[in-house]
């Protein structure tokens, strides 16, 4: 008998950004399918599996700022599109970088996630 008590596209992409911001790889990695896609939008394949996606993960959770602030999500059926301001530890220095993300939830887990970035913002000189 299938599970039909699935959350909402919203509420598995909120555990998702929830996980992000609390440096959970493994519980981030499980709001995804097995068998899930990430791309640069609008198809650059970055990463597809668990395996790959933990893999492209591991260095951006071991940042100490990352976080990743919601500024607006909307939900159309079983997308949710996320605009979002990520701070970032880049290797210029700490900084931002605002992302649009695209997710696609079938069966209450995340199958595919396309990224838009803008360019990376670096905190200015003397600032903490």
Not at 49 to 77: K, S
Not at 105 to 119: L, N, T, Y
Request: charge should be negative; proline fraction near 5%.
């Amino acid at each position: 008998m299938a599970d039909t008590a699935y959350l909402s596209p919203e509420a598995v992409v909120q555990q998702q950004l929830d996980a992000y911001n609390a440096h959970d790889l493994e519980g981030w990695l499980a709001t995804y399918a097995a068998d899930a896609c990430q791309y640069q939008h609008p198809a650059t394949l970055l990463a597809r599996g668990h395996a790959e996606i933990r893999q492209r993960a591991i260095a951006r959770f071991a940042e100490p700022d990352l976080h990743a602030r919601l500024l607006r999500r909307q939900v159309i059926g079983q997308v949710v599109i996320d605009h979002e301001m990520v701070r970032r530890n880049f290797a210029e220095g700490p900084g931002q970088i605002e992302l649009l993300c695209l997710y696609t939830v079938d069966a209450g887990k995340i199958s595919s996630a396309s990224f838009i970035a803008g360019p990376e913002q670096l905190d200015p000189p003397g600032t903490d």
